[in-house]
């Protein structure tokens, strides 16, 4: 993983129209559920202010290995590769036997239902479907995978301060490990409701975010109005590093214990009976 710096920043965005502008980064923010099917990741639940994979020191050890496939299927293994969770998400009942019948827990799938796309494919209007990502840790994890809270559902009827969820600063094109994003800094407004209040993607006063251009994923952030010590107790903020999209992944990867292939690399013994 490559540092937090500005060295890697590019100029801004070509003079558009702010509100222009504003609106094309929210509509990112919208669009993570319809722009990838599975992800492989590595995360840390902190702001990256040091290199953690330095040849002499290894991997940081609160360095997390994921694998998501949507909807619900998640493996997470440390930076050694023991397994912290491993779930293929496939067993949820819908059948005559599912007895909490409600209006939402018989909604489709984001991919399933169609958005409202705005001019360069991105997510206007997001349609009511059972969103939700598979959680560890905090609620950040989750959110971070779909960045909607900052942005809303779908546009304001108008540009007045205070009325989206988050008010947006300068917003400027950055490479964020190998990957083109988008950086922004935000507040948040009374409206902004975060997905999980305990662990939201920006607190109160200014977060740097940064979203990834290709898959809407935010792939960091790191509030301004605490501490600077790396590991001191006011530092927030999250570092993910994409390694892979839309990879074909098998059932088997999310058990713990594979119970349907064999390893063919392991040698298999033939016990015969003597005499």
Excluded at 19 to 33: I, N, T, V
Excluded at 38 to 58: C, V
Excluded at 59 to 88: I, K, M, N, Y
């Amino acid at each position: 993983m490559a540092a937090w710096d500005t060295s890697n920043r590019r100029e801004p965005r070509p003079p558009r129209d702010a509100a222009e502008q504003a609106a094309a980064f929210r509509d990112l923010c919208r669009s993570s559920p319809w722009k990838w099917h599975s992800l492989r990741f590595e995360y840390l639940d902190r702001p990256l202010s040091a290199e953690p994979d330095a040849p002499e020191t290894g991997p940081a050890p609160d360095l997390v290995r994921a694998w998501l496939r949507r909807p619900g299927a998640l493996r997470l293994e440390t930076a050694d590769g023991l397994v912290l969770q491993s779930t293929t998400g496939i067993n949820d009942s819908r059948d005559v036997f599912y007895t909490r019948s409600t209006r939402k827990t018989w909604l489709l799938p984001p991919h399933l239902v169609t958005p409202v796309y705005d001019d360069h494919g991105l997510v206007r209007r997001r349609p009511e479907a059972a969103y939700g990502e598979p959680g560890f840790g905090n609620g950040r994890f989750a959110a971070a995978l779909d960045p909607v809270e900052l942005a809303g559902n779908a546009p304001v009827p108008l540009e007045f301060p205070n009325a989206n969820p988050v008010e947006l600063g300068p917003i400027t094109d950055v490479v964020h490990e190998g990957r083109p994003a988008l950086e922004a800094t935000v507040t948040p407004n009374p409206g902004y409701r975060p997905s999980d209040p305990g662990a939201p993607l920006c607190r109160p006063g200014r977060t740097v975010v940064r979203i990834d251009a290709g898959t809407g994923v935010c792939v960091a952030s790191r509030w301004l109005e605490g501490g600077q010590e790396e590991d001191g107790p006011d530092v927030y903020g999250h570092w993910l590093r994409i390694l892979g999209v839309d990879e074909y992944m098998l059932d088997d990867l999310f058990l713990a214990e594979s119970m349907n292939l064999t390893d063919v690399r392991r040698h298999i013994s033939w016990e015969l009976p003597a005499g």
